[in-house]
């Protein structure tokens, strides 16, 4: 026994309620057991008890054993003076003579279910309940998946206002911009393309947006891949017109390398700021077309870019390659959308106390298509479904934030799994 464990016991009344009493020997009735409280104080709030012939409304307090009370000095802290009852495990001391109600739930909670919870707990597979997934209904996955969306874009959008929108001096149009290149540089390079980013405000580059190679030479030299001596013509002259514009705004290459190595040449940095650049050639003020787009359709068309003619043959300076356009694939795009554009509308919603752009976020997850990736194959190796963004990203939340740290008892489904398991 935990006492997480038996704080959700008491939360969802998971044990034999017939003829309690306390120790003390007076009847009790739970008309209701509180609202479970996870910040500082007693466990659940605002609880209706009835003990003996009087009905008390106040705290309730959950330990494993009795003397865990004064262990954790609860008798010092005014927090705990409108403690109610007490619920213990175990009682491992006399308490004939307490003012304090005592409940012993020992003997009434199944032990299949605490052998269950064990289960989960000392489960070493892809997730702790893999085994029951199957015989949770669809009902209880679309709700849960639902929550799980909404805490993943509002964790990420926490991070947004808290710390990207300050630092671009209250801009959404430069936060969107730092987001949209950080996931261009995909996994291995997002810190660099996001440096990339931080190192070229959104005023110059639409000082320069007309011109494709101003627009290379600026992301190419502040990656640090314009120093080398190159043969082709192309590559020197976008070395000289980073060597100009590098002057004229006292730019200086970021310090974060871009990397190479174990990636498929499509996804070699040179490409993908290759199309960075062309985005931003053909985009213009873009936060604000999010904003206003009226469909996803809209927001895909803005991504649908291709590098430029030098990178029809190339995947790196100086290196020629046979023939293919570099365009941004689809794949991409829905990265784009799900990790740049959804959760910056969150925050800008959370900003603003809105609810419309969150609204419009849901409706485009559900029309992307899934991401398919070990963790999602193996959620549908259990027959758990994954028909869209929006399934996949609750999915990655489910197993991140509740399976892997095997918050059981927190999750909708652990939950469905040990409801019917009773005394």
Same mark, same amino acid.
Not at 14 to 38: C, H, M, W
Not at 171 to 181: D, G, I, K, R, S
């Given at each position: ?22 120790? @003390? /020997? ?106 029951? *997934? @199957? ?13 799980? *969306? ?5 964790? #990420? ?66 990656? /640090? ?56 050639? @053909? ?134 799994? *040990? #409801?019917?398991?009773? #005394?």
């Amino acid at each position: 026994m935990t006492e997480r464990l038996l704080q959700f016991i008491w939360q969802f009344q998971y044990f034999n309620a017939g003829e309690l009493r306390t120790e @003390q /020997g007076d009847p009790v009735s739970i008309i209701a057991a509180g609202k479970y409280n996870t910040n500082q104080g007693p466990d659940f709030l605002q609880a209706k008890i009835k003990i003996g012939d009087t009905l008390w409304a106040g705290n309730v307090e959950l330990h494993i054993r009795t003397s865990d009370w004064n262990k954790h000095s609860h008798q010092n802290d005014s927090n705990y003076n409108n403690v109610i009852l007490h619920v213990v495990w175990q009682n491992d001391i006399a308490v004939e003579n307490s003012t304090l109600p005592l409940l012993v739930l020992e003997n009434r909670i199944s032990s299949l279910l605490i052998e269950k919870y064990k289960s989960f707990m000392e489960q070493q597979g892809f997730i702790p309940c893999a085994a029951g *997934l @199957q015989s949770v209904s669809e009902i209880i996955w679309l709700t849960w998946k639902d929550r799980l *969306l909404v805490e993943r874009m509002q964790r #990420k959008a926490a991070v947004i206002t808290g710390q990207l929108f300050p630092r671009s001096n209250n801009h959404w149009e430069e936060v969107c911009w730092w987001l949209v290149a950080r996931n261009f540089g995909i996994k291995i390079n997002a810190d660099a393309f996001e440096a990339v980013a931080r190192s070229i405000s959104i005023n110059i580059l639409a000082k320069h947006k007309n011109s494709i190679h101003q627009l290379e030479a600026m992301l190419f030299g502040q990656a /640090g891949l314009l120093e080398c001596d190159f043969e082709e013509s192309y590559p020197v002259m976008l070395k000289k017109e980073y060597a100009f514009l590098s002057k004229k705004y006292s730019l200086k290459p970021v310090t974060v390398p871009v990397h190479f190595l174990r990636m498929r040449p499509s996804s070699f940095p040179t490409v993908r700021l290759a199309q960075l650049a062309a985005f931003i050639y @053909q985009s213009s003020h873009l936060f604000s077309q999010v904003l206003e787009s009226k469909n996803v359709k809209e927001i895909i068309k803005l991504f649908e870019v291709t590098a430029n003619d030098y990178w029809h043959y190339h995947y790196r300076f100086d290196e020629r390659a046979a023939y293919l356009p570099k365009k941004v694939g689809q794949d991409s795009i829905n990265v784009f959308i799900i990790n740049s554009l959804a959760p910056l509308l969150f925050a800008y919603d959370n900003y603003h106390h809105q609810q419309k752009n969150k609204d419009k976020v849901m409706d485009w997850l559900q029309e992307l298509a899934p991401e398919k990736n070990a963790i999602t194959k193996a959620f549908c190796s259990y027959g758990v479904l994954n028909k869209s963004a929006f399934d996949s990203q609750a999915l990655l939340e489910l197993k991140s934030m509740y399976c892997d740290v095997k918050k059981c008892l927190d999750c909708a489904i652990g939950n469905n799994l *040990l #409801k019917y398991i009773k #005394k």
